[in-house]
């Protein structure tokens, strides 16, 4: 079955960087769109960022434009979610997600942005 599994979240201080990473499996990597999520405590869940098939098209929620950058590497079914110059608004816990039959998450990694 389909499988997403993020790491690298954690604390960082505003106008820091982190680096999230998602390993998939379960399904053909390279023949799907991957996404990235975000869900704040009270919050609806928000797409943040997405990426084409061979990395070639991206496209970003404006509130992340010019910060995060969406990647992938198809060899190791891994994508990825540069995040920099983080805000304390971006605080929340990040999904992996592909439509494969149908939409699924991952398990999420926690990230805080926080002095």
């Known amino acids: 079955q389909v499988q997403l599994v993020e790491s690298g979240g954690g604390l960082a201080q505003p106008g820091g960087s982190l680096n999230l990473s998602c390993i998939a499996s379960?399904?053909?990597?390279?023949?799907?769109?991957m996404s990235w999520w975000r869900q704040a405590p009270g919050k609806e869940r928000e797409r943040v960022a997405g990426?084409?098939?061979?990395?070639?098209?991206?496209n970003y929620a404006d509130s992340v434009k010019g910060r995060f950058i969406i990647s992938r590497d198809n060899a190791m079914n891994t994508t990825y979610l540069q995040m920099n110059s983080l805000k304390p608004d971006d605080t929340a816990v990040y999904y992996c997600?592909?439509?494969?039959?149908?939409?699924?998450w991952g398990q999420g990694t926690q990230v805080t942005v926080s002095l």
């Open positions: 997600s592909v439509f494969y039959q149908r939409r699924t």
């Open positions: 990426i084409a098939v061979d990395g070639g098209r991206t």
């Open positions: 379960g399904f053909p990597f390279s023949d799907y769109v």
